[in-house]
């Protein structure tokens, strides 16, 4: 089992930056493709990001591209997302998710591909 605890939300104004931090234990995700999801009131969850076991593959949705930067330290048993030029269309719950099995997901962007989630992050982008 693995658990993954989000962290580093908040409320910011629109153009501002935030870190969200997500850490695992219970086990290694060394192994394990990661992502970010996030949720907007009224809304479906939604892909935002992904980063290959390695860190040397990454994808992002097309509302994010460009603003915002999945990293991981597997060292550490830990996965980032940096969020720059925030928009307040950005506000909503924001989820850390580990991928099924090990190595590479093949379609990243479907909750399927994952098996662990956390509680998620609230992230609030005011104009």
């Known amino acids: 089992q693995v658990q993954l605890v989000e962290s580093g939300g908040g409320l910011v104004q629109a153009g501002g930056s935030l870190r969200l931090s997500c850490a695992a234990s219970?086990?290694?995700?060394?192994?394990?493709?990661m992502g970010w999801f996030r949720q907007a009131p009224g809304k479906e969850r939604e892909f935002v990001a992904y980063?290959?076991?390695?860190?040397?593959?990454?994808y992002y949705a097309d509302s994010v591209k460009g603003r915002f930067t999945i990293s991981r330290d597997n060292a550490k048993n830990t996965v980032y997302l940096q969020m720059n030029s925030l928009k307040p269309e950005d506000t909503a719950v924001y989820y850390c998710?580990?991928?099924?099995?090990?190595?590479?997901?093949?379609?990243?962007?479907?909750?399927?591909?994952?098996?662990?989630w956390g509680q998620g992050t609230q992230v609030t982008v005011s104009s």
């Open positions: 980063i290959n076991w390695s860190g040397s593959a990454t």
């Open positions: 219970g086990r290694t995700i060394s192994r394990n493709a």
């Open positions: 998710t580990a991928g099924r099995g090990v190595g590479n997901l093949a379609t990243p962007y479907f909750e399927d591909e994952y098996e662990y």
